[in-house]
C-alpha cells in the first residue's frame, strides 16, 4: 500500500508538471514558436533562449529534444545547440524552487480553483490558467503524498548511511532514479520529499541531484538514435556537459555543501538552491570554452560526409510531444522546402519550352516524386499532431497548412502536365510560333511569379497584399481568356496546326489553375497571420 502510494505521489507529481507544460505553452501561443525559432548566433543567447523555452514547457529534456531536432534538420549549429542546453539545464531549476514553497496545504484550493476557470471560464486565456493552476496544485499534491508514504522510514536514517559516507553511490542512485521515472524534476522533487521527513542529510542529497543532471540526459541520447551525425553531437554535448560539471563539483562537494548551507535554514530550498547553484555555476563555467568543447565534441563524434536527403528534413515526431508549437512550424518548413521544388519544377519547363530542352522532362519527373513524397509525409505527421493536445489557434494554423500542402502538390502536378505537354510536342515534332512562344513566356513568367510570392510569404510568415494578388489573379484569368481567343483565332486563320493547338491551350489552362493554387495560398497565410494576430476576419474562398 505505502509503494502504490508513493507511485501515485510521483504520478501526480509528474502529471502536474506536464500539465502546467502544457498550460504555459498554450498562454504562450506564438510567442513561444517564435522563441524557438529565434536566432542564437552567441552561446549567450543560446542559453538565455534555453533557460526560456524550459520554464515555458516546464522540461529540460523537451527542450534537449528540440535542439537536438533542430541539429538534425540543420536549423542550428552544434555550437548554438549547446548554448541553449546550458539554458535547458538552468530553466529545468525553476521546478525545484517551486516545489521548496511551503504551500502544500494550498494545494486543494488551488486546484479547485484551478478547475473553476478551466469549466466556466469565458475566454481562452482564462481556461488555460486554470489549466495552469491545477497543474500547480497537482505538483504539490503530489509531493505531499509522497511525503506521506515515506513516513514509515521514520527513524531508518541508516537505509540511507552509504549515501553519506560513499557520494559516488548517491550519484549513481540519483542517475538512475532519473533514467527510471524519465523525468529529473520528478527526481528532485523526490529527493527533496525525502530530506524533508529527515531521511536525507544534505551531504547525502547533493550528489543525488548532481546524479539527477547525468540522468536526464538520456533522453537527448534516445532522441539522437536513428537522425543524423550532428544530432549525436548535440546529445554528446549535453552528456558531457553534465558529466564534467558533476565531476567538477564533486571534487569540490564539502565547500559546495557549505556555500549551500549559507543560502537558507530551510534543507527544501537548501537542495533548490543547490540544483540551481549547480547548473548556473556550471554554465557559467563552461562558456568561456564553448568554442574548444565543441571542437571536442566534433572530434569525438565525427561529422559525416554530405548526404543527400530525399525524404522529410523537418519533420520529427518527438517534437510532436516535446514542443507542439515546434512540430506546427516544423509542418510550415516542410511546406515551403516542398514549395521550393514544385517552383524548380516550373523553372525546368520554362527551360525546356524555351531551349528547346527535352533533359528537363526527367528532372521535372524526379521533382514530382519528391514533392509527392513530401506530401504523403507532412500529411501523415500533420495527422498525427492533431491528435495531441494542441491549443485551438495551433490547430487552426496546423489546418491552414494542410490545405496550403494540398495546393502546392497540385502545382506540382500541373507543372508535370505541361511538360507531358513538351514531351507531346517533342514527339510530334510540333512547332510554336514566335507569337505562341512570346505569348506562353508571358503568361507563365506572370503565373510562376505569383506562386513564387506565395511560398516566400509563407517562408516569412508576412501578410499578403490580398488586393495585389486578387490583381495578379484576374490579369492570369484575362490572360487565359484573352490568349486562348487569339489562338483559336490564329488556327481558324491555318496559323497553327490543330495539334498545336490542343496542346497550347492546355498549357493556359494548366497556368490558370496553378494561379488559382498560388492565391489560395496567399489567402492561406494570410490567415495564418491574421489568426496570430487575433483577428480571422479574413476568410479562404
Do not use: W
Not at 349 to 355: G, M, T
Not at 474 to 497: F, P, Q
Amino acid at each position: 500500500m505505502t509503494l502504490m502510494q508513493l507511485l501515485g505521489g510521483v504520478g501526480l507529481f509528474l502529471f502536474g508538471i506536464r500539465l502546467m507544460g502544457e498550460a504555459l505553452q498554450d498562454l504562450a501561443g506564438d510567442r513561444l514558436r517564435r522563441l524557438i525559432a529565434a536566432l542564437t548566433k552567441t552561446p549567450v543567447r543560446g542559453v538565455l533562449v534555453g533557460t526560456l523555452v524550459t520554464i515555458l514547457i516546464q522540461s529540460s529534456s523537451g527542450t534537449t529534444v528540440m535542439t537536438v531536432s533542430f541539429v538534425h534538420a540543420g536549423l542550428m549549429t552544434l555550437k548554438q545547440a549547446v548554448g541553449v542546453i546550458m539554458g535547458a539545464n538552468i530553466g529545468t531549476t525553476v521546478t525545484a524552487q517551486l516545489i521548496a514553497f511551503k504551500i502544500k496545504d494550498f494545494a486543494l484550493p488551488i486546484i479547485a480553483l484551478g478547475v473553476a476557470l478551466s469549466f466556466i471560464g469565458r475566454s481562452k486565456m482564462r481556461r488555460y490558467m486554470g489549466n495552469g493552476l491545477i497543474g500547480f496544485g497537482l505538483l504539490f499534491l503530489g509531493m505531499t503524498t509522497m511525503e506521506e508514504a515515506m513516513k514509515f522510514l521514520a527513524g531508518r536514517q541508516d537505509l540511507f548511511l552509504a549515501f553519506s559516507h560513499h557520494p559516488v553511490l548517491a550519484v549513481l542512485a540519483g542517475v538512475g532514479l532519473t533514467v527510471l521515472v524519465q523525468s529529473s524534476s520528478a527526481t528532485v522533487g523526490l529527493t527533496i520529499a525525502m530530506a524533508s521527513q529527515g531521511f536525507l542529510p544534505l551531504g547525502a542529497a547533493i550528489p543525488i541531484l548532481f546524479g539527477d543532471n547525468i540522468g536526464t540526459t538520456i533522453t537527448a541520447v534516445l532522441a539522437s538514435a536513428g537522425s543524423g551525425r550532428e544530432a549525436k553531437q548535440a546529445a554528446a554535448s549535453h552528456v558531457l556537459f553534465n558529466v564534467f560539471g558533476v565531476l567538477f563539483f564533486m571534487l569540490l562537494l564539502p565547500v559546495f555543501t557549505q556555500v549551500v548551507l549559507l543560502t537558507s535554514d530551510d534543507i527544501a530550498r537548501q537542495l533548490a538552491n543547490a540544483h540551481t547553484l549547480f547548473n548556473v555555476s556550471n554554465t557559467l563555467l563552461f562558456l568561456p570554452f564553448t568554442t574548444p568543447f565543441v571542437k571536442l565534441i566534433e572530434r569525438l563524434v565525427p561529422t559525416q560526409g554530405i548526404v543527400h536527403e530525399t525524404g522529410p528534413r523537418f519533420l520529427d515526431r518527438r517534437l510532436i510531444a516535446a514542443a507542439p508549437a515546434a512540430a506546427v512550424d516544423a509542418v510550415r518548413m516542410e511546406m515551403v522546402r516542398m514549395g521550393v521544388l514544385a517552383l524548380e519544377m516550373l523553372d525546368f519547363v520554362r527551360e525546356a519550352f524555351v531551349n528547346d530542352d527535352a533533359r528537363r522532362i526527367d528532372m521535372v519527373n524526379e521533382n514530382e516524386k519528391l514533392v509527392n513524397e513530401l506530401n504523403r509525409e507532412i500529411t501523415r505527421f500533420a495527422a498525427e499532431l492533431g491528435q495531441a493536445s494542441l491549443s485551438s489557434d495551433l490547430a487552426s494554423v496546423l489546418s491552414l497548412y494542410v490545405n496550403g500542402i494540398g495546393d502546392v502538390d497540385r502545382v506540382g502536378d500541373h507543372a508535370q502536365n505541361i511538360i507531358e505537354l513538351f514531351e507531346m510536342k517533342q514527339d510530334q515534332h510540333i512547332e510554336f510560333s514566335p507569337t505562341a512562344m512570346a505569348e506562353f513566356t508571358s503568361m507563365f513568367d506572370k503565373t510562376r511569379g505569383a506562386f513564387a510570392s506565395s511560398v516566400e510569404a509563407i517562408r516569412l510568415e508576412a501578410l499578403p497584399d490580398m488586393a495585389e494578388v486578387d490583381r495578379i489573379e484576374d490579369e492570369i484569368d484575362n490572360d487565359e481568356k484573352m490568349l486562348r481567343k487569339r489562338h483559336i483565332g490564329r488556327l481558324n486563320a491555318g496559323v497553327c496546326s490543330p495539334a498545336a493547338s490542343v496542346i497550347f491551350i492546355d498549357i493556359l489552362s494548366n497556368l490558370e489553375r496553378i494561379g488559382d493554387h498560388s492565391r489560395n495560398l496567399a489567402l492561406g497565410v494570410s490567415d495564418v497571420v491574421r489568426l496570430r494576430e487575433g483577428d480571422i476576419s479574413h476568410g479562404r474562398s
